[in-house]
């Protein structure tokens, strides 16, 4: 096993250290690719904070046939190789069928299984058997302990596979009536109490306003800020976030992506959180 990959593995832990997941929603050309991940990579190294680029391939969900999709498996898979080796960052993308996962393991570091998809038996063992660590997006309508299963045919099929990988879950919200979301902080304690996982908090999609945009989903990007800061005081032992230096012209979630150029100020008070929730309550020595 190479030091890269051990590494990525060792924030699939359960023990692991504290790290995020981000980049855009969906993967653009080139330019733009690259523009964020170096971006990203910059910020990581001044933040001494692992970091894993996001982009999918293909959004394969969403609310609108003509809507935009992404490059598809082949120029993806080709585009995030070229994130990789320009950046020096571990990639993820999403999959969607098990047919992609064993093409994506050979060039992607982390696989993801997309919320709507979180309960796919065939799709999460044959992300499991590529011996990459996996992130499992909690389904909207899922109480937290539901993702004991889905992490366990995970670990099932890395077990009978090749040696390595791992395994998180993601809180995104759960469904409130039919066009809101909303975030159960005690899902941070339940969920990885179930899984025995490391669970993320998914700080974008979290505000998503399904149905609520112009025949696609909506979003309320100004809740993004205290929902994450919340999740970390919560205990969120990982942050997803989509970021892009213009959301407005994504082609994908430009109502709930986070400005690129306000990522590090946010991470930064992310940090600072995680330090005052680690640091012993005031007079815990007279008292302990």
């Known amino acids: 096993m190479s030091g890269r990959q051990a590494a990525v593995e060792g924030l699939f832990a359960e023990d692991g250290p504290f790290f995020v997941i981000a980049g855009p929603c969906v993967l653009e050309d080139d330019a733009l ?5 170096e971006a990203l990579a910059r910020i990581a190294d001044d933040l001494d904070l692992p970091l894993v680029f996001k982009a999918s391939f293909d959004k394969a969900n969403r609310s609108r046939g003509a809507s935009p999709r992404g490059p598809g498996i082949d120029q993806g898979l080709e585009r995030l190789r070229r994130v990789r080796d320009a950046s020096g960052l571990p990639v993820l993308t999403d999959i969607h069928e098990p047919a992609h996962a064993a093409a994506a393991a050979q060039v992607c570091d982390v696989l993801q299984i997309p ?23 909690k389904g909207q309508w899922m109480a937290p302990e539901e993702m004991k299963g889905a992490a366990a045919k995970v670990r099932e099929a890395r077990a009978a596979g090749p040696a390595g990988g791992g395994v998180a879950v993601t809180e ?14 005690r899902a941070f304690v339940r969920m990885r109490r179930a899984t025995g996982a490391p669970v993320v908090f998914d700080g974008t999609h979290s505000v998503q306003r399904p149905g609520l945009g112009a025949g696609v989903s909506g979003g309320d ?34 109502t709930n992506m986070f400005r690129l150029d306000a990522f590090r100020p946010l991470l930064e008070q992310v940090l600072a959180l995680r330090d005052v929730v680690a640091a012993p309550p005031a007079g815990a020595a007279r008292h302990g």
């Not at 796919?120 to 992130?135: E, F, K, M, S, Y």
């Not at 809740?223 to 969120?236: Q, T």
Request: with cysteine; proline share 8%.
């Open 172 to 185: 995104r919200g759960t469904f409130f009536g039919y066009g809101d979301l909303v975030v159960d902080m």
């Open 115 to 137: 919320a709507f998809l979180c309960r796919q038996t065939d799709l999460l063992v044959a992300a499991g058997a590529t011996g990459r660590p996996v992130n499992v997006k």
């Open 221 to 254: 990007p100004e809740f993004i800020l205290p929902l994450v800061r919340a999740a970390v005081v919560a205990g969120a032992d990982a942050l997803f976030m989509e970021v892009h230096p213009t959301p407005e012209t994504a082609p994908s979630d430009s």
């Open 33 to 37: 690719n690259l523009r964020v991940a």
